[in-house]
């Protein structure tokens, strides 16, 4: 049984898939964005296959029409990758992409149809803030430990209040209105999330990477600042600007400060 919020992400996400099909644009309409999104799972996919040489079992929880889903078949073929989505209309365009060692189902983050202890690592790309209850964001946390291996990792990237609150404040020093959230998204609370799910994850330190400034939690704070701050306040407009050249341009700084609410974070069960 589907509740009103479940209605307006099934119909949000309907029209997404009407409008961008198989495009990368599906979900995120900044190609720089997307792009730091999937190097980002890509690279961590990576790092724990030189720590196991076995194939990895990998969950996309939130798949979306499979444009990440594809990259990642492609860079590692041996693995055992699925793909679950709360939208029957997005999981079709996954579905047509034919991917290799790749199954796809429909289903709920809240309530993973799957058996405790099958996979080695999975990652959502701002799946969670589709869930518009905070109990229910925890809950689906805690499912997605439940299907984990001891050890295994959740890579998280989702949107947090912090970052929308310290971009706001730069915007608002450079004459600019507020960004608000969008109206199918809540943004989590960082501390209650984490404090909340303590018993079952350790936040791993992502100092651990050294000098990899692709494994960031703030990955994409300085293009932030200059995609949704200081190049609006040149143009003296207060509309978001999306892959114009010149944020590109900045977006080769190393990311400093925490200025995106897109953030990621590697949780490993305990």
Not at 27 to 48: A, G, Q, S
Not at 225 to 247: I, K, W
Request: aromatic share 10%; glycine share 6%; hydrophobic share 40%.
């Amino acid at each position: 049984m589907t509740t009103s919020n479940d209605e307006t992400i099934l119909a949000h996400y309907r029209q997404i898939a009407q409008t961008f099909g198989d495009s990368a644009r599906s979900t995120m309409e900044d190609d720089f964005v997307r792009e730091k999104e999937v190097e980002w799972i890509l690279t961590y996919r990576n790092w724990l296959g030189r720590r196991s040489s076995r194939p990895l079992h990998i969950l996309d929880v939130g798949c979306g029409n499979g444009y990440t889903l594809a990259k990642l078949c492609a860079n590692a073929a041996s693995d055992h990758v699925k793909g679950l989505d709360f939208s029957e209309e997005l999981l079709d365009i996954a579905h047509a992409r034919n991917l290799p060692n790749c199954e796809l189902s429909r289903g709920d983050v809240r309530c993973l149809p799957f058996d405790d202890e099958t996979f080695d690592y999975a990652y959502t790309e701002r799946c969670l803030i589709n869930i518009l209850a905070a109990k229910e964001q925890i809950a689906a946390i805690r499912e997605i430990g439940r299907v984990l291996k001891s050890g295994g990792d959740y890579l998280m990237i989702e949107c947090f209040t912090d970052g929308l609150v310290n971009n706001n404040k730069a915007r608002t020093d450079c004459g600019l209105q507020p960004i608000a959230e969008a109206y199918h998204n809540r943004y989590l609370e960082k501390e209650t999330i984490f404090a909340a799910v303590h018993n079952c994850f350790e936040v791993i330190d992502l100092n651990e990477f050294g000098d990899d400034v692709t494994l960031r939690s703030n990955f994409l704070s300085s293009y932030y600042l200059t995609a949704r701050v200081l190049y609006p306040a040149l143009l003296h407009q207060t509309e978001v600007v999306r892959n114009s050249e010149v944020a590109k341009f900045f977006s080769f700084l190393p990311p400093m400060g925490n200025y995106s609410p897109i953030q990621a974070f590697v949780l490993r069960k305990i």
